[in-house]
């Protein structure tokens, strides 16, 4: 119906707007982490990842689904233990920020 | 029970708002991912409550595997190779967008705007999955990072991506018979696939980063165009606030470096001369004995990290030699280059990782301004 596309430009319109202004007055020494932290939001593509293998019918949309399950998954976990890892760098102290050192 | 979908969904969005907002700034910074956490483990739970949903041990399965082979691999790799880190998991979400808009295509055949919007996150979601493997690889050095570039090379990418929007159409316009629009569906994915391949060749060193960023990017915007199909707002919101922050992030560090974006989609972005300043003034070697008296006798001490101290882990020794000059009453400070490391603010990371504090980290502009008053610079 046109009025979900027109609905739909409305909200990815106002995202825009916030996407920009929540970022950019941000500190060069964030850029990193917050890079790894918006790839780790848009790891919500999980639940679209449920939704295909939720609704899949055939055994090809099943693969499919399962793959996108996976890989959502990688995004979610892998996105938010690098962003946690890198921030918490800024809020440990020195003694505690050597015991996380790797080995 | 279906209504606490929706409230949930809207609850990650607000969210994910907060979180990227508290991100912003240093002191609140931690907090961010804890939030932006919680409401991806809200909605993916409350995901599960869909009326009808099936395949239900399947998806935990997939869940299960991803999550423990993501959870591993992110918890040991040092903190230097984390750029890499952000590429293949970007590379992930990517293929996961770039495989639900498939499902919708072949399930939807092509008609309405719906396949518009699912055909533009087939190939962008496909473009951002090579991409980010590509320059995963190249960062992990299992392919050779220098650029890679080849006669032709601008008419092949161009193309290719003539050939991956000709097949988009043809999809879309020709509905005679499903069995042929699914071989248009599987050449548009392969071309795409090939172009996002051929777009990460030509990058290598240090502009490793601008690319990363623009994938991030163009995977927010694969999952925002997933949304609209699914009809799914938390995923059009959240790829929509990924998309523009991507993008601005891409041209800020293209900004530091002298680039511009079209050069970056284009792939002439390798072949742009390195620089040649040549060194001015008077160089002389100095012995190890030489360099720490010179360093104990003077007042204030500039550092200027690259990525050299990085890889060979020497955050920690200069973090050393810092506290070591300050007992001796030296101020010490570093300058750190918006591209030092292998991201803006890598270096600021690597060096908050061995405990330096970031009031003591100058920026670009205060850089030049305190490097004119130090008495010893050093450049590692």
Same mark, same amino acid.
């Given at each position: 119906?046109?009025?979900?596309?027109?609905?739909?430009?409305?909200?990815?319109?106002?995202?825009?707007?916030?996407?920009?202004?929540?970022?950019?007055?941000?500190?060069?020494?964030?850029?990193?982490?917050?890079?790894?932290?918006?790839?780790?939001?848009?790891?919500?593509?999980?639940?679209?990842?449920?939704?295909?293998?939720?609704?899949?019918?055939?055994?090809?949309? %099943?693969?499919?689904?399962?793959?996108?399950?996976?890989?959502?998954?990688?995004?979610?976990?892998?996105?938010?233990?690098?962003? %946690?890892?890198?921030?918490?760098?800024?809020?440990?102290?020195?003694? %505690?920020?050597?015991?996380?050192?790797?080995? | 029970?279906?209504?606490?979908?929706?409230?949930?969904?809207?609850?990650?969005?607000?969210?994910?708002?907060?979180?990227?907002?508290? @991100?912003?700034?240093?002191?609140?910074?931690?907090?961010?991912?804890?939030?932006?956490?919680?409401?991806?483990?809200?909605?993916?739970?409350?995901?599960? /409550?869909?009326?009808?949903?099936?395949?239900?041990?399947?998806?935990?399965?997939?869940?299960?595997?991803?999550?423990?082979?993501?959870?591993?691999?992110?918890?040991?790799?040092?903190?230097?190779?984390?750029?890499?880190?952000?590429?293949?998991?970007?590379?992930?979400?990517?293929?996961?967008?770039?495989?639900?808009?498939?499902?919708?295509?072949?399930?939807?055949?092509?008609?309405?705007?719906?396949?518009?919007?699912? @055909?533009?996150?087939?190939?962008?979601?496909?473009?951002? $999955?090579?991409?980010?493997?590509?320059?995963?690889?190249?960062?992990? &050095?299992?392919?050779?990072?220098?650029?890679?570039?080849?006669?032709?090379?601008?008419?092949?990418?161009?193309?290719?991506?003539?050939?991956?929007? =000709?097949?988009?159409?043809?999809?879309?316009?020709?509905?005679?018979?499903?069995?042929?629009?699914? +071989?248009?569906?599987?050449?548009?994915?392969?071309?795409?696939?090939?172009? =996002?391949?051929?777009?990460?060749?030509?990058?290598?060193?240090?502009?490793?980063?601008?690319?990363?960023?623009?994938?991030?990017?163009?995977?927010?915007?694969?999952?925002?165009?997933?949304?609209? &199909?699914?009809?799914?707002?938390? @995923?059009?919101?959240?790829?929509?606030?990924?998309?523009?922050?991507?993008?601005? /992030?891409?041209?800020?560090?293209?900004?530091?470096?002298?680039?511009?974006?079209?050069? +970056?989609?284009?792939?002439?972005?390798?072949?742009?001369?390195?620089?040649?300043?040549?060194?001015?003034?008077?160089?002389? $070697?100095?012995?190890?004995?030489?360099?720490?008296? @010179?360093?104990?006798? &003077?007042?204030?001490?500039?550092?200027?990290?690259?990525?050299?101290?990085?890889?060979?882990?020497?955050?920690?020794?200069?973090?050393?030699?810092?506290?070591?000059? &300050?007992?001796?009453? +030296?101020?010490?400070?570093?300058?750190? !280059?918006?591209?030092?490391?292998?991201?803006?603010? !890598?270096?600021?990371?690597?060096?908050?990782?061995?405990?330096?504090?970031?009031?003591?980290?100058?920026?670009?502009?205060?850089?030049?301004?305190?490097?004119?008053?130090?008495?010893?610079?050093?450049?590692?």
């Amino acid at each position: 119906m046109p009025s979900d596309i027109w609905l739909s430009l409305y909200i990815i319109i106002l995202a825009l707007f916030i996407g920009y202004e929540v970022i950019v007055r941000v500190p060069v020494i964030l850029h990193t982490p917050l890079m790894s932290g918006s790839n780790f939001i848009h790891g919500i593509v999980l639940i679209g990842g449920i939704y295909a293998l939720g609704y899949a019918t055939t055994v090809v949309e %099943q693969v499919i689904g399962f793959l996108a399950v996976v890989m959502g998954s990688l995004n979610v976990t892998g996105g938010f233990r690098v962003t %946690q890892r890198m921030l918490s760098m800024f809020t440990k102290r020195k003694g %505690q920020a050597e015991h996380d050192r790797p080995h | 029970m279906i209504d606490l979908i929706d409230p949930v969904y809207l609850l990650t969005v607000v969210f994910f708002i907060i979180a990227l907002e508290r @991100m912003g700034r240093p002191n609140t910074a931690y907090s961010g991912i804890v939030w932006a956490g919680l409401a991806m483990a809200l909605s993916v739970a409350v995901t599960f /409550l869909l009326p009808g949903i099936s395949n239900l041990g399947l998806i935990l399965l997939g869940i299960v595997i991803g999550s423990s082979i993501g959870w591993y691999f992110s918890s040991r790799v040092a903190m230097v190779n984390m750029p890499q880190m952000v590429a293949i998991f970007n590379g992930m979400g990517a293929g996961a967008a770039a495989s639900i808009a498939s499902i919708e295509l072949l399930a939807g055949g092509g008609q309405g705007p719906n396949a518009l919007f699912a @055909m533009a996150g087939s190939i962008t979601g496909c473009i951002s $999955t090579t991409g980010s493997i590509v320059a995963f690889m190249k960062l992990q &050095s299992i392919m050779r990072q220098s650029p890679l570039v080849f006669a032709w090379q601008q008419a092949a990418n161009i193309l290719i991506l003539i050939l991956t929007l =000709g097949f988009s159409v043809a999809f879309i316009l020709y509905q005679q018979s499903a069995s042929i629009i699914v +071989v248009f569906l599987l050449l548009d994915i392969l071309f795409s696939l090939l172009y =996002g391949f051929l777009m990460a060749l030509p990058i290598g060193g240090a502009d490793m980063p601008v690319i990363i960023a623009f994938f991030n990017s163009i995977t927010g915007i694969a999952v925002a165009l997933d949304g609209y &199909s699914l009809s799914n707002y938390a @995923m059009i919101v959240a790829g929509i606030l990924v998309g523009t922050s991507g993008i601005i /992030l891409t041209l800020a560090m293209a900004k530091a470096m002298n680039r511009s974006l079209v050069n +970056v989609i284009f792939g002439s972005f390798g072949r742009v001369k390195e620089g040649t300043g040549a060194a001015a003034g008077n160089l002389k $070697t100095l012995g190890t004995e030489d360099a720490a008296i @010179m360093l104990s006798y &003077s007042d204030k001490v500039i550092v200027v990290p690259g990525f050299g101290m990085a890889s060979a882990q020497a955050q920690f020794l200069v973090k050393d030699l810092m506290d070591a000059l &300050s007992k001796r009453g +030296v101020r010490v400070y570093f300058a750190i !280059h918006p591209v030092a490391g292998r991201m803006p603010g !890598h270096m600021n990371v690597l060096l908050a990782e061995a405990g330096v504090p970031y009031e003591l980290l100058l920026d670009l502009d205060s850089s030049n301004r305190e490097l004119e008053n130090a008495d010893v610079a050093f450049l590692k």
